[in-house]
């Protein structure tokens, strides 16, 4: 660590760590689904996949302020439409993303067929989102009658209507086990039903270069019979980038809107507070899933927006700033947030990483290739008689 990025006076005592930092919350959701035999899927070394010639088009539903947008356009796609019902996302996502053709409103109300034109309708390979997680979540009640459950619904009857040849879906691993995973299994079964087979892997974003600790559920299908890439790990535990990777070169107590620097301001009193909580603690006992103090050293726990209460900075006795918590998300600092600071941290926090997206993105590159080309399968896929959905069936 650079003793002149984050200084400490030499006579502060070292504070004391309530708990070791855990690399691998959700280890166990993906043993399981590594251990079944999916001969859908297929792992891409990310070091031999070439730079495309082409920008193929893709729609992000669910889109958020564009962090699945932001890393495919950097994996060399093409956003041709998007969907988000929160208005102040929607002006981030138009803010970065201004040639996007943007739909704002429910995607109950979008109609690819009769809002988007035959032109724009062209050549889209792929239709990607998350639909919104929080009734999936292990940090949440895990509820299978929450409504929000239901909208992924709405995302298999978008990629019905526009038929890419593939889909990409993200979400928390708690989906896997909701309902004990009766819910998994009527995601496959709708995707079935619509012609598309689809793999699943839990990726942990800090396996692709994201400075942060972040497993996500990616479902991907396709409707051709191939097989369904997914990016190889490209690195192992033990060189994980530190949460110190990328806090640089920011100001350490002076805000900056114009970059989204900005961090809830704290009295003379709870900064004494803050300076008492050691790595791993929280400023309140009682309500342990915000201001945490991240561990130094390692990446940084899941990042997240708690009415203004985000993770306590490693070094420095204040809470991470927005800029911060874009950072650790892989956001380039070019990408700037519309709205006030909660807002700018609300949709930091539900935002896709947009290294792993591009990571999702660059493992479907040769597929794409390969369908634009008119040729085979890349990776040798035919169609399987034996989808996931029928293994699990038998297996019960």
């Known amino acids: 660590m650079d003793s002149l990025l984050f200084p400490i006076p030499v006579d502060q005592k070292p504070r004391r760590a309530v708990k070791r930092a855990k690399l691998g919350r959700y280890e166990s959701v993906k043993r399981t689904l590594d251990e ?58 138009h803010r970065n993303f ?69 889909f990409v879906m993200e979400n928390v691993p708690g989906i896997v086990t909701l309902a004990n995973g009766r819910f998994f299994e009527a995601i496959l079964a709708a995707f079935d039903a619509i012609g598309y087979t689809t793999s699943v892997s839990i990726l942990e974003a800090a396996s692709f270069g994201v400075p942060q600790l972040r497993a996500r559920a990616i479902f991907i299908g396709n409707r051709l019979g191939w097989k369904n890439p997914f990016p190889q790990a490209q690195l192992s535990k033990d ?33 004494k507070r803050i300076s008492k909580v050691p790595p791993g603690g929280s400023l309140y006992p009682s309500f342990v899933d915000a201001w945490k103090r991240q561990y130094p050293g390692v990446p940084s726990m899941t990042i997240k927006e708690n009415h203004g209460g985000t993770h306590i900075h490693p070094h420095l006795d204040r809470v991470l700033s927005a800029r911060e918590m ?40 040769p597929s794409l290739d390969a369908i634009a080309g008119r040729r085979r399968d890349p990776h040798g896929g035919v169609r399987s008689k034996t989808s996931l959905l029928c293994q699990m069936s038998t297996k019960r």
């Open 36 to 93: 079944r035999i999916d001969p859908n899927r297929v792992l891409v070394d990310l070091g031999d996949v070439a730079e495309s010639e082409k920008r193929h088009r893709y729609v992000d539903l669910f889109c958020g302020a564009g962090g699945l947008s932001c890393g495919m356009e950097a994996a060399g796609l093409s956003t041709v439409a998007a969907v988000e019902f929160v208005p102040i996302a929607c002006d981030t996502h």
């Open 98 to 166: 201004p040639a996007c053709k943007l739909h704002r409103g429910a995607i109950e109300e979008f109609h690819p067929l009769l809002q988007l034109s035959k032109r724009e309708r062209s050549g889209i390979r792929i239709v990607a989102g998350g639909p919104p997680c929080q009734g999936f979540s292990v940090a949440g009640f895990r509820n299978p009658a929450d409504a929000r459950n239901q909208l992924f619904n709405e995302f298999v009857r978008v990629v019905g209507e526009i038929r890419p040849e593939f």
């Open 239 to 271: 060189r994980y980038l530190p949460i110190e990777s990328s806090l640089g070169g920011l100001p350490h107590w002076e805000p900056n809107p114009e970059i989204n620097h900005e961090w809830t301001r704290h009295s003379a009193s709870m900064i």
């Open 326 to 365: 874009a950072r650790l998300q892989s956001f380039p600092d070019s990408f700037l947030f519309e709205g006030p600071m909660k807002k700018a941290m609300w949709q930091i926090g539900n935002a896709v990483p947009p290294r792993l997206a591009t990571a999702i993105g660059r493992a479907l590159l």
